[in-house]
């Protein structure tokens, strides 16, 4: 047993020699912390990866002011460098405009309206800021994506479609007479019915659609790709009908409901992109109004 002073800590260690010794793997990411893309994080390997707003750039990044192809960031024999491949608005170490850089641990890189810097992190620190991420964007009962995150998300998918002149479906789905399902069998059984609710939405929606909980009992969809008014209104119908077709079977009761369900599509026009998805999601809802005004149960889209 060997005796280790370690005079800037002011204590005395006891190290075994023969004791095996693990040091822990720490690899670089590229961490982005201010943008649209903020929290994200993506792992550096050795060789090249680019950096731009095109699906062909090995890190795409949804921002306006970043080029196609607007920077590079290069990992080889334990340095990182970073090269301008010809943006229009320049990339950035610490304000200062460059070319070509060593890029230094923890030195922010600006393109665009993102930030982002290089951290070196083990397995166990990325599994655990993984998971902070993941409770932060989720529904803690369902499982599915929070208000928040699902407006974070459709803000991005609105700006793609605004670039693409695509249209955008908003879907909004309300489970009808939720209240008596609470009051006659209590919340345990009214929370069983949201995550077999959940489930049914899920495998009757299409699988590249946002889903999100908009409120107690309320889900949200944002329909992606090539939408039309004919396939929107089927895919709620799909739905509508998958729900009052459940039985939802618990040891004390066996619960049937039914949901009604707005939707309205449009191809997003000049504005904020934050009105822009205000005005899909209230026109969604004024769709949903029209049906509980009726009689419930039913599909009904907005004119647009």
Known sequence: MQKSEL???????????????????????????????????????????????????????????????????????????????????????????????????????????????????????????????????????????????????????IAYARRRNQTVGMIIIDIDNFKSVIDTYGRMIGDLVLVQLTDLIHENKQAEDLLGRYGDKKFIILSRGDVDKKSIHRQCENIRRAIEGFKFFNADACVQVTASIGFYLDRPGNGKVESLLDDLIDKAEQALYRVKEKSKNQTFAKRY
Request: proline residues 3%.
């Open 7 to 157: 005079s800037n800590l002011g204590e005395t260690l006891l190290m075994d020699e023969d004791a095996d010794i693990k040091v822990s793997s720490r690899d670089p990411y590229l961490v982005i912390f201010i943008g649209k893309d903020s929290g994200k994080r993506h792992k550096l390997k050795p060789g090249i990866i680019t950096i731009g707003r095109s699906p062909e750039a090995d890190i795409t990044i949804d921002d306006d002011r970043i080029s196609r192809i607007h920077c590079a960031i290069k990992w080889s024999n334990g340095s990182i460098t970073v090269e301008d491949k010809g943006s229009k608005n320049g990339t950035y170490l610490d304000s200062h405009k460059i070319s070509h850089a060593v890029l230094p641990p923890g030195v922010s890189i600006q393109i665009g309206h993102s930030l982002m810097k290089i951290e070196y992190k083990d397995k166990a620190e990325v599994e655990y800021e993984q998971s902070l991420t993941h409770q932060l964007s989720t529904d803690a009962l369902t499982g599915i994506f929070n208000r928040q995150h699902f407006t974070n998300l459709a803000l991005k998918e």
